[in-house]
């Protein structure tokens, strides 16, 4: 990113590692402070600023409004959300999908991306545990995981597109359940442990079972989740 030729400005809540090769600035989403700051003569922004589990609708909608309001001067707004989001009972992905309508009815020019779940993501979330040596684990459920390298760089690659004032869509190269995820950590790890697949209540159990979070249409990503572990 830095070599794009652009002057890039970071802006978030504490500071990044690699803030040192870059301009950054202090902002804050929900209070509004040092955002004024944030977007001065900034033409594009990718707006990754996200609370899935705390002050969720505060962050996602309701302050997101606001800082709509903010960008009159914007040539291009980069927004990613997630695939599925819509067809999905998750109260995290409902306030995405407000903050999706709410961008689409704004005269910001924008591209709303969405992405399948990131191959580090399924892994650190369901997958890092074990109890007696046994992964626990929803098998049936489907992920389409991505790399999140390779998403970053297409968003990165968007910022010389003209704005597709739509949705498009990101996703990685195959359709997997959990528990086969989980055969495929065990075999790369030389692991012992078992797989004990379990069926959960609930709409949002069915809904990833019936691949809701999944397209295989959009299967942009090259990076598979067994290539994924075989590189960490």
Same mark, same amino acid.
């Given at each position: 990113? $830095?070599?794009?030729?652009?002057?890039?400005?970071?802006?978030?809540?504490? $500071?990044?590692?690699?803030?040192?090769e870059?301009?950054?600035?202090?902002?804050?989403?929900?209070?509004? @402070?040092?955002? @004024?700051?944030?977007? +001065?003569?900034?033409?594009?922004?990718?707006?990754?600023?996200? /609370?899935?589990?705390?002050?969720?609708?505060?962050i996602?909608?309701?302050?997101?409004?606001?800082?709509?309001? +903010?960008?009159?001067?914007?040539?291009?707004?980069?927004?990613? /959300?997630?695939?599925?989001?819509?067809?999905?009972?998750f /109260?995290?992905? $409902?306030?995405k999908?407000?903050?999706? @309508?709410?961008?689409k009815?704004?005269?910001?020019?924008?591209?709303?991306?969405?992405?399948?779940?990131?191959?580090?993501?399924?892994?650190?979330?369901?997958?890092?545990?074990?109890?007696?040596?046994?992964?626990?684990?929803?098998? @049936?459920? +489907?992920?389409?995981?991505?790399?999140v390298?390779?998403?970053?760089?297409?968003? !990165?690659?968007?910022?010389?597109?003209?704005?597709?004032?739509?949705?498009?869509?990101?996703?990685?190269?195959?359709?997997?359940?959990?528990?086969?995820?989980?055969?495929?950590k065990? %075999?790369?790890?030389?692991?012992?442990?078992?797989?004990?697949?379990?069926?959960?209540?609930? $709409?949002?159990?069915?809904?990833?079972?019936?691949? +809701?979070?999944?397209?295989?249409? !959009?299967?942009?990503?090259e990076?598979?989740?067994?290539?994924?572990?075989?590189? %960490?």
């Open positions: 990113m $830095k070599d794009s030729g652009y002057d890039i400005k970071l802006t978030s809540r504490r $500071k990044p590692d690699n803030a040192e870059f301009k950054w600035v202090y902002s804050d989403l929900l209070s509004g @402070e040092g955002l @004024e700051e944030a977007i +001065k003569d900034v033409e594009v922004i990718i707006h990754t600023a996200t /609370s899935p589990m705390k002050n969720t609708k505060d996602e909608v309701l302050a997101f409004e606001k800082f709509l309001k +903010k960008l009159d001067h914007m040539k291009h707004f980069i927004y990613p /959300s997630i695939v599925g989001i819509e067809n999905i009972p /109260s995290y992905y $409902k306030h999908y407000e903050a999706e @309508e709410l961008l009815m704004s005269n910001i020019p924008h591209t709303i991306v969405r992405a399948t779940q990131f191959h580090s993501f399924v892994e650190n979330l369901l997958l890092s545990k074990t109890f007696f040596k046994r992964y626990l684990i929803p098998g @049936e459920i +489907k992920f389409q995981s991505v790399d390298d390779e998403f970053a760089h297409y968003l !990165i690659h968007l910022i010389d597109k003209m704005p597709e004032k739509k949705t498009i869509e990101f996703g990685g190269p195959e359709i997997l359940t959990l528990k086969r995820m989980a055969e495929q065990i %075999k790369i790890n030389n692991e012992s442990n078992k797989v004990i697949s379990f069926p959960l209540p609930g $709409k949002l159990y069915a809904a990833l079972v019936e691949g +809701k979070n999944t397209n295989p249409k !959009i299967a942009r990503g990076i598979t989740f067994e290539q994924y572990l075989k590189n %960490k």
